[in-house]
């Protein structure tokens, strides 16, 4: 079974520096990865998907890599704002109708 | 990207009583969505995959028969959490995988239903 898992749980960064969120997987036959941002209290957005034959994805300052052999993608946030504030999800799809696997999220707050 | 809704945003609801969740995906059509739930600092669970046209397929440990699915068209699914108790409460999120065009595949999620049950 798929199991994702992020780290760090939580992190806190002051307005200006980059961020670095890491989600690894266990099973490395992915069909595609997405990352979500979820606000307090609403649903989830998503920011990215990355097929299974891609190294990475980006748009605006989001740039989310994807490493199949090591189990890892990890998504990067230039010069973050105070609204960049959430809780990041990634999810993993084993299979092009497979179900997502979601790890656990890392709340992000970016402080002015 | 595609959006998809869901009605009510909360609800509040008396023990014994039964709730129904809507969820639209207003702008593509959708022959599968799916039903996560989510308790509070923790991530989403698959609770159900919907399928348009057929029964729904629930995941391990999920009461069927509390919890209602009904895939009637391919831009509509309802959630019917018969009976509901205090434990029932928690946020409820529906996703809607898009089936064509650029987003092909990809999985687009309501806002979210707050259910709180006294």
């Known amino acids: 079974k798929q199991e994702v898992t992020q780290i760090p749980a939580a992190l806190s960064v002051p307005e200006g520096e980059n961020l670095v969120l890491n989600c690894s997987f266990t099973?490395?036959?992915?069909?595609?990865l997405q990352w979500f941002r979820q606000d307090p209290g609403k649903g989830l957005t998503s920011l990215l998907l990355i097929q299974s034959s891609q190294r990475e994805q980006t748009s605006g300052r989001l740039n989310a890599s994807l490493d199949k052999s090591s189990g890892r993608s990890t998504l990067y946030i230039a010069a973050s704002q105070p609204g960049d504030s959430a809780t990041y999800l990634c999810a993993a799809r084993v299979g092009s109708w497979g179900k997502l696997q979601f790890g656990a999220g890392t709340q992000v707050v970016v402080t002015p | 990207g595609a959006v998809v809704s869901q009605h009510p945003s909360w609800v509040i609801c008396k023990s014994g009583t039964s709730v129904k969740i809507e969820c639209r995906s207003l702008d593509f059509q959708a022959t599968t969505m799916f039903w996560y739930r989510q308790f509070p600092k923790q991530s989403l669970m698959l609770m159900a995959t919907?399928?348009?046209?057929?029964?729904?397929?629930?995941e391990q440990g999920v009461e069927k028969d509390k919890f209602l699915i009904n895939h009637a068209s391919l831009t509509l699914s309802t959630l019917t959490v018969t009976s509901a108790h205090p434990e029932d409460s928690s946020f409820y999120i529906c996703?809607?995988?898009?089936?064509?065009?650029?987003?092909?595949?990809?999985?687009?999620f309501g806002p979210g239903t707050r259910l709180t049950v006294l």
């Open positions: 099973d490395s036959a992915i069909y595609n």
């Open positions: 919907s399928n348009e046209g057929s029964k729904a397929t629930y």
């Open positions: 996703s809607a995988r898009a089936e064509a065009g650029e987003s092909y595949n990809e999985q687009f």
